[in-house]
């Protein structure tokens, strides 16, 4: 189940993680080494992401109803709480830089295979 940036066309991730399907998976990967490689954790619906119990930065990208990224935090620490955008309905959370290595901005427009 990949992630594709569509705009850049690009590869985000070729192993789409949620909390519904792999809840215990997914914690331990978060709270152990973090998000692996090639992964990408979508979180829906989300307000807000906290980062309390991980030992490494990530990065976040909010995305709206259309699937375009609306905010975006790179790097972004454990041990801390972000908001997510007025317009946001979910997010993603990717290994540290990996948005700056696939060009990824605001107002790309994601695609998640979520079969």
């Given at each position: 189940?990949?992630?594709?940036?569509?705009?850049?066309?690009?590869?985000?991730?070729?192993t789409l993680?949620?909390?519904?399907?792999?809840?215990?998976?997914?914690?331990?990967?978060?709270?152990?080494?973090?998000?692996?490689?090639?992964?990408?954790?979508?979180?829906?619906?989300?307000?807000?992401?906290?980062?309390?119990?991980?030992?490494?930065?990530?990065?976040?990208?909010?995305?709206?109803?259309?699937?375009?990224?609306?905010?975006?935090?790179?790097?972004?620490?454990?041990?801390?709480?972000?908001?997510?955008?007025?317009?946001?309905?979910?997010?993603?959370?990717?290994?540290?830089?990996?948005?700056?290595?696939?060009?990824?901005?605001?107002?790309?427009?994601?695609?998640?295979?979520?079969?």
């Open positions: 189940m990949p992630v594709f940036n569509k705009t850049r066309s690009t590869l985000l991730g070729g993680l949620t909390l519904n399907r792999h809840f215990q998976k997914t914690l331990g990967l978060l709270n152990g080494g973090g998000i692996p490689g090639d992964c990408v954790l979508w979180i829906s619906p989300c307000h807000g992401i906290y980062t309390v119990g991980m030992k490494n930065p990530v990065d976040i990208a909010f995305l709206d109803c259309d699937w375009r990224i609306v905010k975006i935090l790179k790097n972004f620490p454990p041990g801390c709480f972000a908001d997510s955008a007025p317009s946001a309905v979910s997010a993603i959370e990717l290994p540290a830089d990996r948005l700056s290595e696939s060009r990824t901005s605001v107002g790309d427009i994601l695609e998640l295979d979520l079969e």
